[in-house]
Protein backbone atom coordinates (compact mmCIF):
# COMPACT_ATOMS: atom_id res chain seq x y z
CA UNK A 1 0.00 0.00 0.00
CA UNK A 2 1.50 3.35 -1.73
CA UNK A 3 0.11 7.16 -0.67
CA UNK A 4 1.38 9.74 -3.50
CA UNK A 5 1.75 13.47 -3.30
CA UNK A 6 3.15 15.19 -6.49
CA UNK A 7 4.37 18.43 -6.19
CA UNK A 8 6.70 21.22 -8.17
CA UNK A 9 4.05 22.22 -10.84
CA UNK A 10 3.56 25.72 -11.86
CA UNK A 11 3.62 27.88 -14.64
CA UNK A 12 6.64 28.07 -16.61
CA UNK A 13 7.08 29.49 -20.71
CA UNK A 14 7.78 27.64 -23.02
CA UNK A 15 11.44 26.45 -23.03
CA UNK A 16 11.80 26.52 -19.30
CA UNK A 17 12.16 23.76 -16.78
CA UNK A 18 10.06 22.32 -13.78
CA UNK A 19 10.88 19.65 -11.79
CA UNK A 20 8.01 17.56 -10.53
CA UNK A 21 8.45 15.38 -6.78
CA UNK A 22 6.45 12.12 -5.84
CA UNK A 23 6.41 11.54 -2.28
CA UNK A 24 5.49 7.81 -1.83
CA UNK A 25 4.50 6.78 1.96
CA UNK A 26 2.99 3.49 3.38
CA UNK A 27 4.76 0.22 3.04
CA UNK A 28 6.23 -0.60 -0.57
CA UNK A 29 8.44 -3.54 -1.37
CA UNK A 30 11.04 -3.06 -4.30
CA UNK A 31 9.31 -4.39 -6.75
CA UNK A 32 7.36 -1.79 -8.11
CA UNK A 33 7.22 1.06 -10.55
CA UNK A 34 6.53 4.71 -10.40
CA UNK A 35 4.96 6.63 -13.77
CA UNK A 36 4.10 9.94 -13.96
CA UNK A 37 1.11 10.63 -16.49
CA UNK A 38 -0.77 13.41 -17.77
CA UNK A 39 -4.09 14.89 -18.58
CA UNK A 40 -4.68 17.88 -20.76
CA UNK A 41 -8.12 19.22 -20.52
CA UNK A 42 -9.99 17.30 -23.52
CA UNK A 43 -7.61 14.71 -24.12
CA UNK A 44 -7.38 11.19 -22.29
CA UNK A 45 -4.95 10.85 -19.55
CA UNK A 46 -1.10 9.53 -21.21
CA UNK A 47 1.65 7.82 -19.94
CA UNK A 48 4.85 10.11 -20.01
CA UNK A 49 7.36 8.16 -18.04
CA UNK A 50 7.90 5.53 -16.06
CA UNK A 51 10.86 3.89 -13.85
CA UNK A 52 10.69 0.28 -13.15
CA UNK A 53 12.25 -0.78 -9.90
CA UNK A 54 12.52 -4.30 -10.24
CA UNK A 55 15.17 -3.96 -12.92
CA UNK A 56 15.83 -0.11 -12.54
CA UNK A 57 14.37 0.76 -16.32
CA UNK A 58 13.42 3.80 -16.93
CA UNK A 59 10.72 4.62 -20.12
CA UNK A 60 9.88 7.33 -21.84
CA UNK A 61 6.70 8.80 -24.42
CA UNK A 62 8.20 9.45 -27.27
CA UNK A 63 6.57 13.09 -27.24
CA UNK A 64 8.83 13.55 -24.29
CA UNK A 65 12.14 11.63 -25.11
CA UNK A 66 15.13 13.62 -24.87
CA UNK A 67 13.67 16.99 -22.67
CA UNK A 68 12.31 14.72 -19.52
CA UNK A 69 14.20 12.26 -17.10
CA UNK A 70 12.67 10.49 -14.68
CA UNK A 71 14.73 9.33 -11.42
CA UNK A 72 14.18 7.82 -7.81
CA UNK A 73 15.70 8.09 -4.56
CA UNK A 74 14.80 4.72 -3.31
CA UNK A 75 16.26 5.44 0.03
CA UNK A 76 13.38 8.40 0.55
CA UNK A 77 10.56 6.66 -1.95
CA UNK A 78 11.47 10.15 -4.01
CA UNK A 79 10.74 10.01 -7.32
CA UNK A 80 11.02 13.38 -9.60
CA UNK A 81 10.39 14.07 -13.28
CA UNK A 82 12.70 16.67 -14.54
CA UNK A 83 11.31 18.45 -17.07
CA UNK A 84 12.78 20.73 -19.36
CA UNK A 85 12.64 21.93 -23.13
CA UNK A 86 8.75 22.70 -22.07
CA UNK A 87 6.85 23.31 -24.43
CA UNK A 88 2.77 24.10 -24.27
CA UNK A 89 1.60 21.07 -25.68
CA UNK A 90 3.33 19.90 -22.18
CA UNK A 91 0.30 21.60 -20.50
CA UNK A 92 -1.81 19.37 -18.27
CA UNK A 93 -2.27 18.02 -14.49
CA UNK A 94 0.91 15.70 -13.59
CA UNK A 95 0.08 12.47 -12.05
CA UNK A 96 2.55 10.26 -10.38
CA UNK A 97 1.26 6.68 -9.86
CA UNK A 98 2.82 3.54 -8.14
CA UNK A 99 1.99 -0.46 -9.45
CA UNK A 100 3.28 -2.83 -7.23
CA UNK A 101 2.01 -5.75 -9.36
CA UNK A 102 2.81 -5.48 -13.18
CA UNK A 103 5.18 -2.43 -13.35
CA UNK A 104 5.63 -0.01 -15.68
CA UNK A 105 4.16 -1.61 -18.31
CA UNK A 106 1.17 -2.97 -16.07
CA UNK A 107 -2.01 -3.97 -18.16
CA UNK A 108 -4.68 -2.35 -15.25
CA UNK A 109 -4.48 0.82 -14.06
CA UNK A 110 -2.00 1.24 -11.83
CA UNK A 111 -2.65 0.54 -8.14
CA UNK A 112 -1.97 4.28 -6.14
CA UNK A 113 -2.15 7.88 -7.39
CA UNK A 114 -1.28 10.65 -6.69
CA UNK A 115 -3.47 13.97 -6.32
CA UNK A 116 -1.70 15.51 -9.61
CA UNK A 117 -0.43 19.13 -10.17
CA UNK A 118 -0.92 21.31 -12.88
CA UNK A 119 2.05 21.88 -15.13
CA UNK A 120 1.17 25.33 -17.25
CA UNK A 121 3.51 26.32 -20.22
CA UNK A 122 2.87 29.58 -21.86
CA UNK A 123 4.07 30.17 -25.52
Known amino acids: EVQLVESGGGLVQAGGSLRLSCAASGFTFDDYAIGWFRQAPGKEREGVSC????????YYADSVKGRFTISSDNAKNMVYLQMNSLKPEDTAVYYCAADTGYGCYSPLPFDSWGQGTQVTVSS
Open 51 to 58: IDRRDGMT
